[in-house]
């Protein structure tokens, strides 16, 4: 029988009051000038300029940042709509909302991916929907999915996608080692492995496992460079594939098999088809570990949302039929694939569930 932990539902009221409803759908009516204008606000410094003088009129501001007066006085008004400014004695100051926009690292990760991946390509929603094609990742490549251009993108988009992509990983991985490694496993097989962050973390942690790297050609080498510059090439093996191949199969012998911020890159139908490849590879006592991020399982509504806006990234930029999932669509997947759950770590890091898996 599966061990399924569940939380009480998010999204299950409608307790805003009537003033409040109309305010926020008021809001979501203007929201793209309120993303432009919030993002003016922060890249011409204005609100750098207001926090650090701890409140700044006007003039002050036009005097220290190029642009004209009625463009500086148009931003600080949609500022206050917005929430980010608020006006004290003819002086602009910043709110705990601006506070934050600047400063906190969630805020900032998720702002810059939204801005330098996701941005343009966000009118394709409609479209990429229609044709289960990422079809806004035209204005970064000419790829089939993402993780193909991922070596090639331009600088500044290429650090926002990993900065986001490690930020929400990464710092899971010191909690997890030592659930994964109380199960003393003597290889690990690390699918989706990407830079090799995990891998490295693993062979880190234990001087003796032995990791076993799948993921395409353009990740395994940059995880590849990362792994001999930090002297642990001989204990590394590298598997190249595309494993939404029917073909490729996965290799056998491991008593880990670990995937983090990975399935959630395919839609159902190609889950289960992964989990049964997994299926086959295990062994009677292999461990399949998943790290992800189940929007049904945050503390908080605000977490959720975080995560079912990253699932529009999946259907305009990535790959067009994936998403950030509810845990009870994903558990049954697993139980599809023949696999039980018997191990769950909900709220990991900052966002994360680890389930532990074995054949039913």
Known sequence: MNLVKTKPPLFSTDNLKALDALSL??????APYVWEASSLLKEKQILDIIENSEGATIEEIVSLVNISHYGVRILLEAGLGIGLIY???EKYCLTKAGYFFLNDKTVVTNFNFMKDVCYEGASSLKESIEKSEPVGLKCLGTWDHIYEGLPYLEERAKKSWFDFDHYYSDITFDDLLPIVFKHQ?????DIGANTGKWSLKCMEYDKEVELGLVDLGVQLNVAKQNIEEANFGDRATY???DIRDPKNTLPKGYDIIWMSQFLDCFSDEQIVDILKKCHTAAGENTMVFINETFWDLQDFEISAFALQMTSLYF???????SQMYDSKVFFKLIDQAGFKIVEQHNMQGIAHTLLGLKKK
């Not at 759908?25 to 203007?30: K, P």
């Not at 259907?315 to 039929?321: F, I, P």
């Open 25 to 30: 759908a008021h809001f979501i009516s203007f």
């Open 87 to 89: 006006m004290k004695e």
């Open 185 to 189: 496993p003597q290889k690990v097989m």
């Open 239 to 241: 598997h190249e594939m």
């Open 315 to 321: 259907t305009t930029m990535a790959n067009g039929c």
